[in-house]
């Protein structure tokens, strides 16, 4: 088992900045990568972007790139979510998941977070 806690969402003004963690714990030896994946009110999840914790290879969705930067902390055994430049569109759950495969979908991702409310006012 993983257990994943995110923190640092909170509200900000567009153009603003938002750094999200998420603390891994347990069997976090069982897990490649760790991904963070949001969802807006309506909306389905949508990839963000991920990490592997050895090697730090990254992946970053379109509509972040340039914007968002994922990063790792092996000894705290923590991933981070840099955001910056943010969007109304930006607004949503974030939540970060833990999993075997180097990949962007979901439903590959076994181990979650309970999500932390990012809110981008215009």
């Known amino acids: 088992q993983v257990q994943l806690v995110e923190s640092g969402g909170g509200l900000v003004q567009a153009g603003g900045s938002l750094r999200l963690s998420c603390a891994a714990s347990?069997?976090?030896?069982?897990?490649?990568?760790v991904g963070w994946f949001r969802q807006a009110p309506g909306k389905e999840r949508e990839f963000v972007a991920l990490?592997?914790?050895?090697?730090?290879?990254?992946l970053h969705a379109d509509s972040v790139m340039g914007r968002f930067s994922i990063s790792r902390d092996n000894a705290k055994n923590a991933v981070y979510l840099q955001m910056h430049s943010l969007k109304s569109e930006d607004t949503a759950v974030y939540y970060c998941?833990?999993?075997?495969?180097?990949?962007?979908?979901?439903?590959?991702?076994?181990?979650w977070g309970q999500g932390t409310q990012v809110t981008v006012s215009s």
């Open positions: 347990g069997r976090t030896d069982t897990a490649y990568v």
């Open positions: 990490i592997t914790w050895t090697g730090g290879r990254t």
């Open positions: 998941a833990a999993g075997e495969t180097f990949t962007s979908s979901s439903t590959r991702y076994k181990y």
